[in-house]
């Protein structure tokens, strides 16, 4: 179905995260891959970018590629920025998803899982101004995706990925399962929209 599948986005798109014993090393691209099964796939995604990066840098190698399938994963390292800004973050996101719109390639959009209730209480003390960033990233991401009939998949929805047993020991990144369970559920969403679009095409 798919020619080419192009991955952008930070270090969750790269697959940064603790090994889990009996669970292959993949990370959600690489699963997501398999089930899709285009003829190829390209993973940009480079670890501590931000959304200006990505805008500079993935985004203009990703245009080139000609993809007809672009998942855009991005806003984690905006919100760490001393210099965070909601607005140009806004704008920065506003302007990928505009250059991706023209190519006529499936936009696939995903907010960011809320661990919160998976971190120790010291330690949502300490993330607790990153987690109100993130949680501001991930309204924008679901606007501007609406803006642009992307297929936003919101894993912030989803408590099934809110468990201590999926998150690495950093306390950001998931672990290998972790991993897996999103892939699992970008898997369900994009088969519901599918099947969604097929019966009302």
């Known amino acids: 179905m798919w020619s080419h599948y192009v991955a952008l986005g930070d270090s969750l798109t790269v697959g940064i995260g603790?090994?889990?014993?009996?669970v292959e090393s993949l990370n959600w691209v690489e699963r997501l891959a398999r089930a899709m099964q285009p003829k190829r796939c390209t993973n940009l995604a480079k670890r501590g970018q931000t959304s200006a990066q990505l805008l500079a840098g993935q985004l203009p190698q990703a245009l080139a590629l000609q993809p007809d399938v672009v998942s855009v994963l991005i806003g984690?390292?905006?919100?760490?920025?001393?210099?965070?800004?909601?607005?140009?973050?806004?704008?920065?996101?506003?302007?990928?998803?505009?250059?991706?719109?023209p190519t006529g390639a499936?936009?696939?959009?995903?907010?960011m899982a809320d661990i919160e209730p998976?971190?120790?209480?010291?330690?949502?003390?300490?993330?607790?101004?990153?987690?109100?960033?993130?949680?501001?990233?991930n309204h924008i991401v679901r606007q501007v995706s609406a803006e642009f009939d992307a297929l936003c998949i919101?894993?912030?929805?989803v408590p099934s990925l809110q468990k201590m047993s999926l998150i690495s020991a950093d306390n950001i990144h998931p672990n290998m399962?972790?991993?897996?369970?999103?892939?699992?559920?970008?898997?369900?969403q994009l088969e519901n929209y599918w099947q969604f679009s097929t019966r009302h095409a």
Request: aromatic letters at 8%; glycine letters at 6%.
């Open 18 to 22: 603790d090994p889990v014993a009996g």
């Open 76 to 101: 984690g390292n905006d919100a760490m920025l001393n210099e965070w800004s909601e607005e140009g973050f806004h704008s920065n996101y506003h302007a990928i998803l505009s250059a991706l719109k």
């Open 106 to 111: 499936t936009i696939l959009t995903m907010t």
């Open 118 to 137: 998976c971190l120790l209480r010291e330690y949502q003390q300490m993330m607790k101004l990153v987690l109100a960033r993130i949680r501001r990233v």
């Open 154 to 157: 919101d894993l912030e929805e």
């Open 177 to 188: 399962l972790g991993y897996a369970r999103i892939a699992d559920e970008v898997i369900y």
